[in-house]
């Protein structure tokens, strides 16, 4: 039975990437987290399947697959691999994202294509040391110099930073307060004076690394200013409403493995006499889990289908980013206490859950941020 609604096209693309999933990735999921190495191999054939460019058009080497086909994808890689599904986000629904609405066709046609063919990964850079969930206090500056900006400052936490070849990012070009200021350019990793920090080393998604972009009068072709000067801040936010459903889609997919996980072990797992699921201690969490995430699941399906319709989503989007993030993490807690003291050791994957799924509440927009943007779009701002 279709419970969810799917379209003959997005069931059979869920299914395929469910057993791609299940078959190359989660056999390499736990080395993927003890060795903290980016899985290069898994990105080639993802690239190969197209998942690398899969929402954008065939004409930009893309796969052309709508929202919901998106969010599925992003949910079946990410229950295999929260640290898979961290990096293929930022690279198909940031840094593409960004080039692709908002870029000009030579810019879609140089950096783009290379992006959607696996030729280069994507990062993403907005958030600056003293900025945080305060994304307009842009401080990294580009002033015009003849036909290129100068650009100085540095960016932080930006997923695939050590491995990624394009770069999008925001500096700030005028003196205009707040976000008027601040406009997005596009680069590539050997421009001189960028330079990519040591991997940071993180709680979670271990494989998916981060670092800090430093920029020490980086000269970039004006050509590469997306859009108009002044514009970067509205970019990077419809960037960011259209990119939470995917962050939830990611939460709920780790929740998913947490929730899978805890019910395969209650089953087989005996305490005096009986597999610890007949115990209402075991049953009552799962069965809220079960049902947050279904809620979280229906959520971004709504929103997905809102965006596919080209309708205002900021306040499903933060809706389903919030709820799914929350879920996902009660659900890998729940099941960190199910699995008792096999829980806390690295020979489970539920511990790994547990650390990759808080990523999810602090990611694309804090948990605050997002119950933030929900009270703006209900009562107005004051």
Do not use: W
């Not at 050590?162 to 307060?177: E, L, M, Y």
């Not at 939470?244 to 797992?269: F, H, K, M, T």
């Amino acid at each position: 039975m279709n419970r969810y609604g799917l379209t003959d096209t997005q069931r059979e693309f869920h299914e395929s990437v469910r057993r791609f999933a299940d078959t190359r990735i989660v056999p390499l999921a736990a080395r993927i987290d003890e060795t903290d190495e980016f899985p290069a191999d898994l990105f080639a054939e993802m690239a190969e399947l197209g998942y690398l460019g899969a929402p954008y058009p065939p004409e930009y080497g893309g796969a052309g697959a709508d929202t919901v086909m998106v969010a599925l994808l992003l949910e079946e890689v990410s229950r295999a691999s929260g640290a898979v599904g961290s990096s293929l986000n930022a690279h198909i629904s940031l840094a593409s994202s960004v080039l692709y609405h908002h870029g000009t066709e030579a810019q879609r046609q140089r950096h783009l294509t290379r992006l959607t063919a696996g030729k280069a990964l994507g990062a993403f850079g907005l958030t600056e040391p003293g900025g945080g969930s305060d994304a307009a206090a842009c401080r990294t500056r580009a002033v015009r110099d003849g036909d290129h900006y100068v650009v100085t400052g540095s960016k932080v936490f930006n997923t695939n930073g050590p491995v990624a070849g394009i770069f999008v990012i925001t500096a700030r070009t005028s003196d205009a307060p707040g976000s008027r200021g601040v406009s997005a350019f596009v680069l590539e990793r050997d421009a001189p004076g960028f330079t990519v920090g040591t991997p940071d080393k993180k709680h979670g998604v271990h494989g998916s690394p981060t670092a800090t972009l430093h920029f020490d009068g980086v000269r970039v072709p004006a050509e590469n200013l997306i859009g108009r000067e002044g514009e970067g801040f509205r970019q990077f936010a419809q960037t960011l409403d259209r990119g939470r459903i995917n962050v939830a889609a990611l939460a709920l997919g780790i929740g998913q493995a947490a929730l899978d996980a805890a019910v395969a072990y209650a089953r087989q797992r005996e305490q005096f006499g009986r597999p610890i699921a007949a115990y209402q201690g075991v049953q009552f969490p799962l069965a809220e889990a079960a049902t947050e995430l279904e809620a979280a699941r229906l959520l971004i399906l709504n929103a997905a289908r809102m965006a596919d319709a080209e309708m205002p989503i900021k306040k499903e989007a933060a809706m389903a980013k919030f709820f799914a993030a929350e879920a996902a993490l009660r659900a890998c807690g729940s099941a960190v206490e199910i699995f008792g003291g096999y829980g806390y050791m690295r020979e489970f994957p539920v511990e790994r859950y547990l650390r990759d799924a808080k990523m999810c509440q602090i990611g694309e927009g804090t948990s605050q941020i997002q119950r933030l943007i929900i009270a703006r779009e209900l009562l107005g701002r004051f």
